[in-house]
């Protein structure tokens, strides 16, 4: 049998924890136990948006990128995560990273980004982010974790070489949205 307890806030999140009890057959109850108590938690986070801006991109699909990245730090503004964003194709271009975002020059970056056109270089992008911006001199913090969210269409047309064992080296979590 679970259910909530008094709720509690970290930050802007609200956590409603549970307990639960094991009811036996004689209709005693166990210990209680917390299956979902959430501890406040204040992790770093430095993550870095590469998206695809390749040709099969169309107009509206990059102003929806650009709307959802407006978005998404706008509303993670006053927490513990900085942001990078990288655009790719066959070509690599920053379009602002850690010290920018810090600077608060992100949501101009992003409104004034246009689009680069090319192939889908996937791991030639993810080592471009590895060298340019998961770097102290682009603002990295030390003890934060590093994501990177790759968003893309797309299958990659080139090949891993070791790219993704270079972000294991260097701590750097991948996820991909496609």
Known sequence: VCGTERPHNCGN??????????????????????????ECQK????????????????????QTVKNFLIKTIQNL????????????????RTVFNFE??????????????????????????INFALKNIFTPNAGI????????????DGEAIDHNHGVTEAADKQNVTRYILG
Request: with cysteine; aromatic share 12%; glycine share 4%.
């Open 13 to 38: 999140t609200e956590y409603t924890n549970g307990a639960c009890y094991t009811v036996h057959p004689n209709l005693t109850a166990s210990e209680k136990s917390l299956p979902g108590y959430h």
């Open 100 to 125: 920018a975002y810090k600077r608060g020059e992100a949501e101009k970056l992003i409104l004034n980004m246009t689009q680069i056109s090319g192939t889908t270089k996937t791991y030639q992008a």
């Open 141 to 152: 913090r030390e003890q934060a974790k590093k994501i990177l969210l790759i968003l893309t």
């Open 77 to 92: 503004k006053n927490s513990t995560l900085n942001f990078a964003v990288v655009q790719f194709s066959s070509q690599f």
């Open 43 to 62: 992790v770093e986070v430095d993550l870095c948006f590469l998206f695809d801006n390749s040709d099969s991109v169309g107009p509206t699909e990059f």
